[in-house]
């Protein structure tokens, strides 16, 4: 008789199919990769901040999703995209002082960009 396999066996075959390997290599998500470089380029730009933190959060929802490495990566990401925020915040509140300082010790803007203009 040839290889008879009964509906019980197929359906524990198939099953062990569907379960995931616990030894399969999980890859890093790439959504939490450009959130973690996003972040840290956010620390200079405000736009890369606001970037780092919408990548981030589509990370984390990817590394949930689909059983993922690098949720750390998304975290840092993120909260580094909200320090950019609040430095360039910060920058701007403190920073038209400085600038108004600046100008009175060094002169004016033509001053800074000589006669580039004429």
Known sequence: MPNSTTPLELQESSEEISRPNPYEEKFHSEF????????????????????????GIGGLMQTHRENMKGRGMAITGISLGFAGIILILLAIIFGIGFLENYFLKFGGL???????GN
Do not use: D, R, Y
């Not at 033509?110 to 580039?116: A, Q």
């Open 110 to 116: 033509e001053t800074l960009m000589g006669n580039w």
């Open 32 to 55: 939490c990769f450009m959130s973690l470089v996003l972040g840290i380029f956010g620390l200079v730009l405000p736009l890369f901040s606001t970037l780092a933190i919408i990548f």
